[in-house]
């Protein structure tokens, strides 16, 4: 069987090796894109399990590429995990507030994790996620006609 991809998206280079290792040794497969430009390609072309994006990229490229996942039509099922020092849902509220409605509608993540990364924590919801992700819906029975 195959492993999952998850996409990892953060402009530290230390983040991405490390959590490149920690998924590779936990049976998953990992990518890596230093920025929003790179996920969003990477997410289009590989379609991965789950990404994990940092919210705080450089010229608000993490809310950029999270606006483009959760408003395209092939991409919007795939599994966020947000990596930020900053509460999600106090962001997405700030970002309403500022003005930014068309933020306001987006979805919330699947899930959040802050910095510094609990490893267990990180790894208890790419299991979770990908597992949910992958279920197909039971068979129906057959109807003898």
């Known amino acids: 069987m195959r492993s999952q991809q998850?996409?990892?998206v953060c402009d530290e280079l230390e983040t991405r090796i490390f959590l490149s290792n920690l998924l590779r040794s936990s049976g998953f497969s990992a990518m890596e894109a230093d920025d929003e430009t790179a996920g969003m390609r990477l997410a289009e072309t590989e379609r991965p399990a789950l990404i994990l994006l940092d919210m705080m990229l450089p010229r608000?490229?993490?809310?950029v590429m999270y606006r483009f996942l959760k408003q395209h039509d092939r991409l919007r099922r795939i599994p966020v995990v947000i990596l930020t020092a900053i509460d999600p849902e106090r962001f997405f509220t700030f970002r309403h507030l500022e003005g930014r409605a068309s933020d306001h509608a987006l979805p919330y993540p699947e899930a959040s994790l802050e910095k510094p990364i609990e490893t267990d924590r990180?790894?208890?919801?790419v299991r979770k996620l990908?597992?949910?992700?992958?279920?197909?819906?039971?068979?129906?029975?057959?109807?003898?006609?």
Request: net charge positive.
């Open 122 to 125: 990180l790894l208890r919801l």
């Open 130 to 145: 990908t597992r949910l992700r992958t279920r197909r819906p039971p068979k129906q029975p057959r109807q003898e006609i």
């Open 6 to 8: 998850i996409l990892i």
């Open 60 to 63: 608000e490229g993490g809310l």
